[in-house]
C-alpha cells in the first residue's frame, strides 16, 4: 500500500510564475490536508478537502491560493504568481476517517520544496 | 499562532540516555499526536493519544497526557543515533479537521 505521494520533490520558479503542486492520498482515504512548513518551523494547517468539496480553508492565504480535490485524480494545490515569502516545504496529509469530529492519524507525503527565485 | 510549544527546542544528549520533550496547548483537543521529522523530509506519525487517555506506550515510545494542564510528554528510552530528527507535537482542537503543529524540538543523539 503505497503512502501519500507528492510531485513534484523540489519546484524552482520565478516570481509571478505559477506553481502546482500534487498530492495522491493513500488508497482508500478520502480526507486531505495540505500545510505549509518553514524553516526552522513547524507546519501550519492550509486546507482540508475531501473529494470535490473544500471543507475548511481557514489557513489559506486569501489571495494567489487555492487547492481543489477533484472526483478523480491527486489533490492540487495552486500558487498564482509566486512570491519569495511562498518559498517554503509543502505538504499533503491525508486520513481514512474522522473520530470524534476531529481529524485522527494523518499520514504525511515527502512534501514539495518550493523555491522562489 | 501555534497552539502547541515544545520545551526544549533542542535537546543533545548520549547514546542510551532517555529524552523527554514536552508540548503545550491552549484548547480543548480530541487527541494529541506525536510525530518525527528527518532532516528535509516528510513526517512519520509516532503515537496518538486520546483526550480520555493519560499514558500510552509504543516501544520505547512513552506518551502522558494531563488535559487538565494542556501538556504532554514524549519519552524515548535508550536513545539511538537513529533517534536523531525534530519531533512534533501536534494537537486536534475539538470540533476542528485540523492539527494544529508546535515548533518542535530538535533532539541529537551523540554515538
Known amino acids: 500500500n503505497a503512502g501519500v505521494m507528492q510531485n513534484p520533490r523540489h519546484l524552482v520558479r520565478r516570481r509571478g510564475q505559477e506553481a502546482r503542486l500534487r498530492c495522491s492520498p493513500m488508497k482508500g482515504h478520502s480526507h486531505v490536508y495540505w500545510y505549509r512548513q518553514l524553516p526552522e518551523e513547524g507546519l501550519k494547517f492550509m486546507v482540508y478537502?475531501?473529494?470535490?468539496?473544500?471543507?475548511?480553508e481557514s489557513g489559506m492565504p486569501k489571495e494567489r491560493f487555492s487547492a481543489e480535490f477533484p472526483k478523480e485524480g491527486p489533490s492540487i494545490l495552486r500558487i498564482q504568481q509566486v512570491v519569495r515569502g511562498d518559498s517554503a516545504a509543502y505538504f499533503c496529509?491525508?486520513?481514512?476517517?474522522?473520530?470524534?469530529?476531529?481529524?485522527?492519524?494523518?499520514?504525511f507525503g515527502p512534501g514539495t520544496r518550493l523555491t522562489v527565485l | 499562532s501555534q497552539q502547541g510549544e515544545e520545551d526544549p527546542q533542542a535537546l543533545s544528549i548520549q547514546e542510551g540516555e532517555n529524552a523527554t520533550m514536552n508540548c503545550s496547548y491552549k484548547t480543548s483537543i480530541n487527541n494529541l499526536q506525536w510525530y518525527r521529522q528527518n532532516s528535509g523530509r516528510g513526517l512519520v506519525h509516532l503515537i496518538l493519544?486520546?483526550?480520555?487517555?493519560r499514558e500510552k506506550h509504543s516501544g520505547r515510545l512513552r506518551v502522558t497526557l494531563d488535559t487538565s494542564k494542556k501538556s504532554s510528554s514524549l519519552l524515548i528510552t535508550a536513545s539511538r543515533a537513529a533517534d536523531t530528527a525534530s519531533y512534533f507535537c501536534a494537537t486536534a482542537p475539538r470540533g476542528a479537521q485540523k492539527l494544529v503543529f508546535g515548533q518542535g524540538t530538535r533532539l541529537t543523539i551523540n554515538p
Open positions: 478537502l475531501q473529494k470535490e468539496n473544500i471543507i475548511d
Open positions: 493519544i486520546r483526550s480520555n487517555e
Open positions: 496529509a491525508s486520513s481514512p476517517r474522522i473520530t470524534g469530529g476531529s481529524t485522527d492519524t494523518q499520514y
